[in-house]
Nanobody, 122 residues
């Protein structure tokens, strides 16, 4: 089982990125998916969660209002659109799979993906 986040890169302040979380060996449709990030020297923080079928979403923190989570279960992929990026958004971004949507914002997860680095220049 592997989750892989991708889509990160270097972007100027005010720019946008679309991150993807793709899975192999597991059907993401069986899981609620959360996006997290961890900046250098800081604790990891939750950004957003989406329910198994995509009906429910939730956002927290400084990216609320600047991010949109979505999923395409047919493609076994979850997305995180990031807009109006700021240098403070520089971090490694991770996705995680949870059996229950109610647990989606917790760091304890069934599976964690490898992160993708987002760097925002001023």
């Amino acid at each position: 089982v592997q989750l892989q986040a991708s889509g990160g890169g270097l972007v100027q302040a005010g720019g946008s990125l679309r991150l993807s979380c793709a899975a192999s060996g597991v059907s993401l449709a069986d899981y609620a998916i959360g996006w997290f990030r961890q900046a250098p020297g800081k604790d990891h923080e939750v950004i957003s969660c989406i329910s198994h079928n995509g009906v429910y979403t939730d956002y927290v923190g400084s990216l609320k209002g600047r991010s949109t989570i979505s999923r395409d279960n047919a493609k076994n992929t979850v997305f995180l659109q990031l807009n109006s990026l700021e240098p403070e958004d520089t971090a490694s971004y991770y996705c995680a799979a949870h059996h229950l949507y109610s647990d989606c914002m917790k760091s304890e997860a069934e599976y964690w993906g490898q992160g993708t680095l987002v760097t925002v220049s001023s």
